[in-house]
């Protein structure tokens, strides 16, 4: 492994521009030597009140959804934004949301490590296969959309049928798998947590989940504001979800 | 008010549901109501990991029985073909 990755840091949110300036402070303080590009998804003047030099637009109704999952919530603008961002020296992609919390300065490097160990592209948190199963949104994308076609039209695997799922945050890729995934386009929306994972395996990347443990402290639902602190100090390297931490109302 | 029927559907059935098992490690993967109606077979309150339904292989030749096992997904750890 490297001495130090260049990683290119990319927090999507859509808070308040005050609470967006802690986020990045917070940031910037624990990783002073990466960059960190904010995405916005709220609305265009809290967007145009955030003071950060690195800092794209999302408009797309793929991403502002209600109901993410019955709506298919896709990122695929998110990342295509986060494209005019990467260059060249990059090392690295580190993609997350708002309140996936980095537990302190060697957060990154630690995810670095596991991602050194597992040899893969992408790494990322609770990965499962779903293909042939009961998942819920694996048999929802085969009634509403075209995802096996889809994914049989670019894959380069031997097996064109494996779906994976991922959460959408905390996903660490390299610079190349990252520009090659955001570059496909879908023809009928599907859900983001399907679509990266999939798509990267489809394209010959390896894929692989960060583990149990680190998975026990990222949940998909409820709120660890208040745990957030004590799973750091148990050894979690990043928390979610963590939703009242730039508010203040930790 | 349909966040707490659902919790309470789930304690229900995570303490009363039959035994899901994984015929292939025997591990225990959860619990559910299995029932067959309206020419489906229907799985409720399930929430381990995504299932996969095969028919169970049979070591006699029998024409008058057979029977459907539950097995997890395997892990997804496929080699680069980069």
């Not at chain 1, 590009?37 to 408009?59: Q, R």
């Amino acid at each position: 492994m490297k001495e130090q990755n260049k990683i290119l840091c990319c927090v999507l949110t859509h808070q308040l521009p005050n609470e967006v300036m802690q986020m990045s402070a917070y940031w910037t303080k624990l990783f002073p030597e990466q960059e960190l590009v904010i995405l916005y998804g709220g609305k265009k003047s809290n967007y145009d009140l955030i003071e950060w030099p690195l800092k794209s637009y999302i408009n797309d109704p793929g991403l502002k959804t209600k109901d993410h999952q019955r709506e298919r919530q896709t990122y695929w603008q998110v990342y295509s934004n986060i494209t005019q961002f990467v260059r060249p020296d990059h090392d690295l992609v580190f993609f997350t949301e708002f309140d996936q919390i980095p537990s302190g300065e060697d957060s990154l490097l630690r995810l670095c490590q596991i991602k050194e160990q597992e040899d893969s592209d992408i790494l990322c948190y609770n990965l499962m296969r779903v293909d042939d199963t009961n998942h819920p949104h694996y048999i929802y994308h085969l009634a509403q959309t075209d995802l096996l076609v889809q994914i049989r039209a670019i894959s380069m695997r031997s097996d064109p049928s494996v779906v994976l799922t991922c959460s959408g945050f905390g996903h660490l890729w390299s610079r190349e798998a990252f520009m090659k995934v955001a570059s496909v386009e879908y023809t009928s929306r599907i859900y983001l947590e399907l679509w990266f994972p999939t798509v990267a395996h489809h394209l010959g990347y390896r894929v692989r989940d960060v583990g149990n443990i680190e998975n026990s402290y990222n949940l998909t639902s409820g709120d660890m504001t208040k745990d957030r602190k004590r799973m750091s100090a148990e050894g979690a390297i990043f928390v979610h979800p963590v939703k009242f931490l730039w508010s203040g109302d930790e | 008010m349909k966040n707490r029927l659902n919790k309470i559907g789930y304690l229900i059935i995570s303490r009363l549901g039959q035994k899901i098992i994984d015929n292939k490690t025997g591990e225990k993967l959860g619990r559910a109501l299995v029932f067959y109606w309206g020419g489906q077979l229907h799985i409720i309150g399930y929430t381990g990991k995504p299932l996969v339904v095969r028919w169970a292989k049979s070591d006699k030749l029998r024409y008058w029985h057979s029977s459907l096992i539950f097995r997890a997904q395997e892990e997804a750890d496929f080699e680069r073909t980069k």
